[in-house]
C-alpha cells in the first residue's frame, strides 16, 4: 500500500484511522494479534496520537511520527521508536528515557527498537512499554 508523501495532520483523540483499519483488515501476519494489542497500547498512550499507513505499516504519530511497525521481523513482532524518518542527531532520547525493564534495543541516540514475541509477550510488557511510549512522546517537540 502506498503512502503520502507529506506527514498527515495528527488526529484528535484515538480514533482509527481508516487507512490504517483497510491496511489490517488485508494483513496475513502471523503475529496479527499481537500487533492489534500493540497498535491499541500505542493508541492509548496519549490522547493526540493519530496514525497512518507509512513506510508500507501502521505508523504512529502526534506532531511527528514517532513508532512503526516492522511487519517483516522474524522473531515476534517488533516496533521502530523514532523522530521522522531520517537520523537526528540532535535529539537525546537515549539519555533521556528511563526503561527499567529494558525493553529498549538502541539503534542510535534518537531510535530504538522493541521487540515482541507474542500476545503474551505484549500483555506481560503493556505497562512498562506504554511508561516508555509516553516519555518518547513527550520529546517530540
Keep these: 500500500m502506498a503512502s503520502s508523501a507529506r506527514s498527515p495532520k495528527p488526529r484528535s483523540g484515538s480514533a482509527p484511522a481508516p487507512d490504517v483499519e483497510t491496511f489490517l483488515a488485508s494483513l496475513e501476519h502471523p503475529q496479527k494479534p499481537a500487533l492489534l494489542a500493540l497498535r491499541r497500547i500505542i493508541r492509548d498512550a496519549d490522547h493526540a496520537v493519530g496514525e497512518s499507513v507509512k513506510w508500507n505499516a501502521p ?7 514517532f513508532a512503526t511497525f516492522q511487519l517483516r521481523h522474524r522473531a515476534g513482532v517488533q516496533v521502530v521508536l523514532h523522530f521522522g524518518g531520517k537520523p537526528r542527531r540532535d535529539v537525546t532520547a537515549r539519555a533521556r528515557v528511563v526503561d527499567p525493564a529494558g525493553l529498549l534495543e538502541w539503534r542510535g ?15 506481560a510488557k503493556r505497562e512498562p512499554f506504554g511508561a516508555v511510549l509516553r516519555q518518547w512522546i513527550t520529546l517530540l517537540d
Design 59 to 65: 505508523s504512529f504519530h502526534t506532531s511527528k511520527h
Design 109 to 123: 541516540p534518537d531510535r530504538a527498537t522493541v521487540t515482541f514475541a507474542d500476545l503474551p509477550d505484549v500483555e
